[in-house]
């Protein structure tokens, strides 16, 4: 079984060191920071598939981009890219089913609901302390709207930390800001906020085992 083969490796890398500069947004053009994130990415996926070896590779180019001008201004960069009811904003993005890059934003007060992403995944903090959850899940075969969630892995993530999760049922996780505001840089298997993957996505309660649409990534 591959029930914990759940996350997670925990790497750190370098702080990055940041300078000015500005990047763009659906309208302007992408920067190609990003786009080179994501071609990084795929040919990691198309030489190791999704496995370690290929999300430690990912890891390596968030770390990469997390030192990148176009980065230095987060709030900026997140206000042209903010998606309206979410956490993350979208940079760069291979459409709904393909590889997709946020840069992710979390207060302090506001922890997450237990929230899967019907993808994997790769994280890497730029800013802040995160208190990430892993969660597993067992489904009830006979109700779709009940599930069992458990935690199974709770840590502290701080700037120039990544971790990293695989695909469904091993893709659920909470996260809260510490502190002050965390910035983190994400890249996924499939665009999690798109609407044909959004309306996929479930919220889990740990006290009800009640599984219900997902309002919060
Ligand atoms: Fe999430």
Request: glycine fraction near 6%; hydrophobic fraction near 45%.
């Amino acid at each position: 079984m591959r029930t914990l083969r759940i996350i997670a490796l925990l790497l750190l890398f370098a702080s990055p060191a940041v300078a000015a500069s500005a990047a763009t947004a659906p309208g302007p053009p992408a920067d190609p920071a990003f786009d080179e994130t994501l071609a990084a990415a795929s040919r990691a996926i198309e030489r190791h598939g999704i496995t370690d070896s290929a999300m430690v590779e990912i890891q390596g180019a968030l770390a990469r981009l997390a030192a990148q001008p176009a980065l230095a201004d987060r709030a900026a960069l997140y206000a042209r890219h903010a998606t309206a009811g979410a956490n993350a904003a979208v940079l760069a993005s291979r459409g709904a089913e393909g590889l997709t890059l946020y840069l992710s934003r979390f207060q302090p007060g506001h922890a997450t609901a237990v929230h899967d992403h019907e993808s994997w995944g790769v994280l890497h903090v730029l800013e802040g302390r995160d208190h990430y959850i892993h969660w597993a899940v067992d489904h009830d075969a006979a109700d779709s709207s009940r599930a069992e969630v458990r935690q199974i892995l709770g840590t502290f993530l701080t700037p120039g930390s990544s971790i990293y999760w695989f695909p469904p049922p091993h893709d659920i996780h909470t996260q809260e800001a510490v502190d002050g505001t965390v910035w983190e840089l994400v890249l996924t298997g499939r665009n999690f906020l798109s609407p044909s993957v959004l309306a996929r996505r479930h919220a889990y309660d740990p006290k009800t085992g009640g599984v219900s649409p997902i309002t919060t990534r």
